[in-house]
């Protein structure tokens, strides 16, 4: 089956003595077991649950994964993930989102893991933080907030020489429109509070590993620590997945709209899509991934012009998420990516002005003109305007 049909057609109970269409919520602790030595395929809710298993078999369908486990948020599924790190020790992207930063350099690395950062666009630079020394390589691709594209494969590669483990956070992207497993990368992880569950209702983590000994090591660390999604959670993100294909169509139809709108402005600065014919990793990014995604960057020259900008907008919500049906602007500096220290964003090339604007699927018309006018109200003319 292909993506858009599994979206639809998977997540299903294996039997169902009342023919549900839509999966049951199993809201239970405990199963009755056929006699004190056990025998019922589950037992305790922490450990597995009829909901969640249908959920994580679909998920697993869709990244191409032996096993995928689903968690009670993105952070539970990367704090799992670290575990994984052969020899405790990881080498990481320099470029990710603000809570795994600070779950790396808080957490991780106040518990004895070494931890390398690295910039996963430089294959080379990669290869050199290994070492040949196995361990985790955790990266986005593409980064976010700056959209910057790592090549999967070639990393791949290098993971495999060295024996370490790749990690691929497919947030931005969703199985849809990027398979990092295909391409070589023995784990995914994903926040499926965005693209997946899409509706800005759930917080919910995913990790799928290619390996079914790596899964069921995954799956160990869910029942162990008890952070796996919670049954009503797992329904929910079951029902947010059948949308996602015709979400996501939507979604980028209105980003490539409001990207040409951006592109007329003077004083928009350094726009990022990967729908944009210049577009600087335009051909790596095309290679691995089937659509541009729906989450577009760009500066305007000052924090006080972004800010203004943001609060002019009357459409969207000014919110640091992504991924669901209503926009969102904010500015990554303030809000997602605070907890990192500002020296280490300003060391990154993180600009404290940059305008995050993650597109939902309102009426194209409306989220444009609601763009106009605030473009207009902050003094960022067009072309055409300039010329009155
Ligand atoms: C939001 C996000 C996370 C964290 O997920 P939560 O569901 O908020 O815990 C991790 N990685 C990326 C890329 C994200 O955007």
Request: glycine share 10%; hydrophobic share 45%; proline share 5%.
């Amino acid at each position: 089956m292909k993506p858009a049909t599994l979206l639809v057609r998977g997540g299903r109970l294996t039997e169902d003595p009342h023919g549900a269409t839509s999966v049951p919520i199993y809201q239970t602790a405990t199963f009755a077991q056929e006699s004190a030595l056990g025998g019922g395929e589950y037992d305790y809710s922490r450990s597995g649950n009829p909901t969640r298993a249908a959920l994580e078999q679909q998920l697993a369908d869709l990244e191409g994964a032996s096993r995928a486990c689903a968690f009670a948020s993105g952070m539970a599924a990367l704090s799992t993930l670290l575990r994984l790190a052969p020899g405790n020790r990881i080498v990481a992207g320099d470029d990710l989102y603000g809570g795994c930063w600070r779950l790396l350099m808080q957490v991780a690395v106040a518990g004895g893991t070494e931890v390398i950062f690295v910039d996963t666009t430089d294959v080379e630079a990669v290869r050199t933080a290994l070492a040949g020394i196995p361990a985790l390589v955790l990266l986005e691709t593409p980064t976010n907030p700056l959209l910057r594209v790592t090549d999967l494969s070639a990393v791949a590669q290098i993971c495999r020489e060295s024996a370490a483990l790749l990690a691929v956070d497919n947030s931005l992207m969703s199985p849809l429109l990027q398979r990092p497993l295909e391409l070589g990368a023995d784990l995914v992880v994903h926040s499926a509070t965005k693209f997946l569950g899409g509706h800005g209702d759930l917080t919910a983590g995913v990790i799928a590993a290619r390996d079914p000994e790596l899964g069921e090591r995954v799956a160990f660390f869910q029942s162990a620590e008890g952070n796996a999604l919670a049954p009503f959670d797992c329904w929910l993100l079951l029902r947010g997945m059948k949308t996602l294909s015709l979400r996501l169509r939507e979604q980028q139809r209105n980003a490539a709209l409001l990207a040409a709108e951006l592109k007329t402005r003077d004083g928009v600065l350094d726009l990022i899509w990967p729908g944009l014919p210049d577009f600087r990793d335009r051909e790596i990014h095309d290679a691995q991934c089937s659509g541009p995604g729906a989450v577009l960057c760009f500066r305007t020259g000052s924090v006080e012009r972004s800010l203004a900008l943001v609060d002019a907008l009357q459409l969207y919500t000014v919110a640091v998420s992504f991924g669901g049906v209503a926009s969102q602007a904010s500015l990554p500096c303030r809000m997602s990516h605070a907890s990192i220290p500002e020296e280490v964003r300003r060391a990154r090339a993180l600009p404290e002005d940059l305008i995050r604007i993650a597109v939902g699927v309102e009426d194209g018309e409306d989220l444009l003109v609601d763009l106009q006018q605030a473009l207009d109200r902050v003094g960022l003319m067009g072309q055409l305007a300039l010329q009155v």
